[in-house]
């Protein structure tokens, strides 16, 4: 029995997600051995995602898979989990989440560089958000000043890992921290210790 679609794994999870108060990030579906299935279902909230939450949703999630039955005898590793701190910023949703934290940015081509040599490329820590366009706050701790951006001009903002503190005097003008989220440069984990720690639930349909 072939594997169910990326897609029709993300209209079973939808509404279990939603309810729990997150965001369905993406799910993918790989091959993880001649008879087994992982599927990766990645979650966001607007504070910060509590051990036992993700766990509650995980259960829930192999439930609605099994009484689905898409995946009929084929045995399926479930593994639930948040993004890691270095994901892209792609929606509105991202941009606030991230508010506070430094990014690297990549300009259009052609658009016009906030940054003063002019580069299409530089580090920012993310300011307050508008329809349009997003404060970034440049010059690090020694001569932070903000400015806007349209949304329109960046092509990439990837969140960077910092292990350091961030400057009082930049996370004012960023006008702080997004709400739930832990301060810049605390508790920073890379993404390979964050895999190790996530707690898989495996579920196989008779």
């Given at each position: 029995m ?10 079973l999870?939808?509404e279990?997600?939603?309810r729990?108060g997150?965001?369905?990030?993406g ?10 299935a ?8 607007d504070?910060s995602?509590s ?6 949703l ?9 009484e ?23 929606l509105?949703r ?26 299409s ?7 307050v ?6 404060a ?10 903000r ?11 990837v969140?960077q ?7 009082a ?19 920073e ?11 898989p639930t495996?579920?196989?349909v008779?």
């Amino acid at each position: 029995m072939p594997m169910p679609t990326e897609e029709r794994v993300s209209q079973l999870v939808a509404e279990l997600v939603e309810r729990r108060g997150f965001d369905l990030e993406g799910v993918a579906i790989s091959a993880a051995g001649t008879e087994h299935a992982k599927v990766k279902v990645t979650v966001d909230s607007d504070g910060s995602s509590s051990l036992d939450a993700v766990a509650d949703l995980s259960s829930d999630i192999s439930e609605a898979l099994d009484e689905a039955g898409d995946f009929g005898e084929t045995a399926y590793l479930l593994e639930v989990t948040t993004p890691g701190i270095d994901r892209p910023l792609t929606l509105p949703r991202h941009w606030l989440r991230a508010q506070g934290r430094k990014v690297k940015i990549v300009l259009r081509p052609g658009a016009e560089s906030p940054e003063e040599k002019g580069k299409s490329t530089f580090e920012a820590r993310v300011g307050v958000l508008s329809e349009t366009e997003v404060a970034l706050v440049l010059g690090g701790k020694r001569k932070p000043h903000r400015v806007t951006v349209p949304l329109a001009d960046i092509q990439s903002a990837v969140v960077q890992v910092e292990f350091n503190p961030a400057g009082a005097a930049e996370l004012e003008l960023a006008g702080g921290v997004a709400p739930g989220r832990p301060q810049p440069g605390a508790q920073e984990v890379s993404a390979e210790e964050e895999e190790a720690s996530d707690s898989p639930t495996e579920g196989i349909v008779e």
